[in-house]
């Protein structure tokens, strides 16, 4: 393991449960895919990319971008793997003390966002976790979660409620392994807005992406 070393790696399959091939389903004129490893290829402070998949496409997609492509067994990229054996199998893909998650289903998150996260983890940050905030009235088994609705707050006055939107995650293969899962027990929040904070998950998210993309130029 080399250290000191991060690598950015950018999980992809073949299938997908509610968007159809979504990470090659053509978006803007390219795909989800090339849109991120492009993206990772201007964030500062990067040491290596690497596309890890169970799909031959995908991997020559990410030849062609001259970025390090890397077999993934079909079980890890199944439906069938839970999350945090899926989670840790990722330092399988690197050679490196850091690895940032990466996933395809964020893409208006910019590089300067990735390379602010970059640049706080490198500083000290154990674990870097981009995160949304949301300020909604909310509830959770039938009860109020932030506020009281007798009396009642404007929705900006809520106190703050992260989501994890896991459009960046740093941390290092030590506590990758240790915690299952790319957020720590202390983690160092990084509040996306609301255009880069969207996660591709449904088809609707997809739309509203590609017309964010196309509109605004990304």
């Known amino acids: 393991m080399k250290t000191n070393k991060l690598t950015a790696v950018i999980p992809v399959r073949k299938g997908s449960q509610r968007v159809k091939n979504k990470n090659l389903k053509p978006f803007a004129n390219t795909t989800l895919l090339d849109i991120k490893i492009e993206t990772l290829k201007k964030v500062a402070g990067l040491d290596e990319i690497v596309v890890t998949s169970d799909s031959d496409k995908m991997l020559d997609i990410a030849r062609k971008h001259n970025v390090t492509a890397h077999r993934r067994e079909d079980y890890y ?28 289903t964020s893409p208006l998150l910019s590089s300067e966002t990735i390379s602010e996260c970059v640049s706080r983890f490198r500083n000290g940050a154990r674990n870097i976790v981009t995160v949304t905030s949301q300020k909604h009235h909310m509830w959770l088994d039938g009860k109020p979660l932030n506020y009281n609705p007798s009396d ?33 027990d202390e983690p160092t929040f990084h ?10 998950d449904t088809e609707f998210d997809f739309m509203i992406a590609e017309h964010i993309w196309r509109t605004y130029g990304k």
């Not at 509040?191 to 591709?200: A, F, L, M, W, Y």
């Open 191 to 200: 509040v996306t807005n609301e255009v880069e904070s969207i996660d591709i």
């Open 77 to 104: 990229a199944s439906s069938e793997v839970n999350n945090s054996d899926f989670m840790v199998n990722l330092t399988t893909a690197v050679d490196s003390e850091y690895i940032m998650y990466s996933p395809c």
């Open 152 to 184: 009642a707050p404007n929705s900006q006055d809520l106190p703050d409620i992260y989501s994890v939107n896991y459009g960046c995650c740093i941390i290092s293969c030590e506590d990758l392994h240790e915690f299952r899962n790319v957020v720590t």
